[in-house]
């Protein structure tokens, strides 16, 4: 994978490097997301090819988007989520009788020929290799087994008709149930990467949506930062890539505590990027540690937010 020739990766002070990513949810966004400076994108929402749409999108039209999206980022690395959505959001579905329940990589798996159509796309324009492919709302790794086996089907056809594509690219999952943050080291055997999004710390404190219990939705809760420290600790034994997406990764004093638990990458908004990755610059890894063990002995997040906070300028010295 690759950045362009004028743009060196993000690292700290003392040569750790830290991917910087940004995210988009349209091919609008990948043109934001190219200009700001990232490091690459680390989600690519592929949702939006089913919104509103009274067909499903086709394998060529999914692969003319993903040649697209490689082209607008210069081969700067690209990370894939596969179809996200309930059935309730998907127009054509809407007489299947799904539950709601039904999403990410649970509805690719009850209706295989919508994630093997994206496999295939996806597959076909990976011959510049730059890309990822993401698994949204995994629980066992039964499920990986499974798109695994999808995907050894889609490369020996590949091969029978002389198509070429990277038989190396990764994968990995999103990591938004506490089932999958619990299962992290037993799923390392099985991916390249975990992205840890916001999801996790809500179905971690079981609340949805802004209604009863949402006060509690911190992005400094405690219980969200162990589970990050957690899966970290586990499968960056086996080399694997830990990526934690915005909100969280996007705030500076924030950072200093994702690195210091071995997190590699970070996503966030564009308008992000640029901070971002001067605080990273100027950390030392020794350092965030000391000042991440002190903010992880606070009980409350409000509490671990403002050491942070207070922390931020004497790391930056």
């Known amino acids: 994978m690759s950045v362009p020739e004028n743009q060196s990766p993000t690292h700290t002070a003392d040569g750790h490097i830290i991917k910087v990513n940004t995210a988009a949810y349209s091919l609008e966004e990948v043109e934001a997301a190219a200009n700001s ?5 680390g989600l690519f929402s592929t949702d939006f090819m089913y919104l509103n749409q009274t067909d499903l999108p086709s394998e060529d039209e999914q692969y003319e988007i993903f040649k697209k999206v490689s082209r607008i980022m210069d081969n700067r690395p690209v990370t894939v989520r596969s179809l996200n959505l309930k059935p309730s959001q998907i127009p054509i579905l809407h007489n299947h009788g799904l539950s709601e329940q039904c999403r990410g990589v649970r509805l690719g798996l009850e209706l295989p020929e919508i994630l093997t159509t994206q496999i295939r796309a996806l597959a076909r324009a990976s ?6 492919l993401l698994l949204p709302m995994v629980s066992d790794v039964s499920e990986i087994l499974k798109v695994k086996a999808l995907i050894d089907r889609v490369h020996s056809d590949l091969n029978e008709k002389n198509i070429n594509y990277d038989s190396y690219m990764e994968i990995g999952i999103e990591v938004e149930t506490p089932a999958a943050a619990v299962l992290a080291q037993v799923m390392s055997f099985e991916v390249s990467f975990f992205n840890i999004c916001k999801n996790l710390k ?3 404190l079981a609340i949805t949506g802004n209604g009863y219990g ?7 809760a405690p219980s969200f930062l162990f589970q990050i420290a957690n899966l970290a600790g586990e499968v960056r034994k086996r080399k694997k ?3 934690v997406e915005a909100p969280l990764a996007g705030e500076p004093a ?3 505590i ?7 990458e970070l996503t966030m908004l564009p308008g992000q990027i640029e901070r971002a990755r001067q605080v990273i610059s100027r950390l030392n890894v020794t350092k965030t540690k ?3 063990s002190k903010a992880m002995s606070f009980r409350f997040p409000e509490e671990i937010k403002q050491y942070a906070e207070e922390s931020l300028p004497r790391l930056l010295k």
């Open 37 to 41: 400076g990232a490091d690459g994108l």
């Open 127 to 132: 011959v510049t290799r730059n890309f990822r």
């Open 202 to 204: 809500n179905h971690t």
């Open 214 to 220: 949402s006060n509690l939705l911190h992005e400094y």
């Open 241 to 243: 890539s830990v990526s």
């Open 254 to 256: 924030a950072i200093p």
């Open 258 to 264: 994702l690195i210091s638990m071995d997190v590699n």
């Open 290 to 292: 000391l000042i991440a």
